[in-house]
């Protein structure tokens, strides 16, 4: 049981490129989310979804895309990256639609843009 | 908007001691959840522990519990018996039952152990 999988671990990017967050999960979870985390800021919702299908914005969304084809993948797109989406990313899934369940996270993105 | 504040950005305490992570929040909503999670140096964040705000008794996971105070919107994490295994970014967390998924995570308290 692999759990919640991202890929990759670390990424450089220059500003103006695009790339896409890989998130994978394995516990047949129906809701599945992407934060940010800044020094001092904590984790930072962008997107998430309860759903394959459905999607809907978090806290940070601007600068990203989502989609939901299946219940097991949730890939998070940047289209054009800038500087200031320099952080760590982390993938997290629950089975709980009630949302009483524990979140079970991949071990983060560590993305640079330059 | 539910705002969670975590007021200590970092803590130590003496390995075998116990120490007392601070977390409060603010919100309207009369039912709602709290979490305690764990992110070790590795990065990968775990849940330590969880409380519905519909339950007066505190949760208790083992060595870490919370003084859960609904009245004044506060959350708080002991560690008791302190282990260098403790050493993490201890996040506190809050959701409402119903109506949304968004959880909305505190800044962070990270947690040093000291030998």
Request: charged share 15%; glycine share 6%.
């Amino acid at each position: 049981n692999a759990g919640v999988t991202q890929t990759p671990k670390f990424q450089v990017l220059k500003t103006g490129q695009s790339m896409t967050l890989q998130c994978a999960q394995d516990m047949n979870h129906e809701y599945m989310s992407w934060y940010r985390q800044d020094p001092g800021m904590g984790l930072r919702l962008i997107h998430y979804s309860v759903g394959a299908g459905i999607t809907d914005q978090g806290e940070v969304p601007n600068g990203y895309n989502v989609s939901r084809s299946t219940t097991e993948d949730f890939p998070l797109r940047l289209l054009s990256a800038a500087p200031s989406q320099t952080s760590v990313y982390f993938c997290a899934s629950s089975y709980e639609r009630s949302n009483t369940g524990e979140l079970f996270f991949g071990e983060g993105s560590r993305l640079t843009v330059l | 908007a539910q705002t969670v504040t975590q007021s200590q950005p970092e803590m130590s305490v003496q390995e075998a001691e116990t120490v007392t992570l601070s977390c409060t929040y603010d919100t309207s909503e009369s039912d709602y959840y709290l979490f305690w999670y764990k992110q070790p140096p590795s990065r990968q964040m775990i849940l330590v522990i969880r409380q519905e705000a519909y339950k007066q008794q505190n949760a208790t996971e083992n060595r870490f519990s919370v003084n859960f105070q609904k009245a004044a919107k506060s959350f708080s994490l002991k560690i008791s018996d302190s282990q260098l295994g403790d050493a993490a970014m201890y996040f506190c967390a809050y959701i409402r039952s119903s109506g949304t998924y968004k959880y909305i995570f505190g800044t962070g308290t990270r947690l040093k152990v000291l030998a």
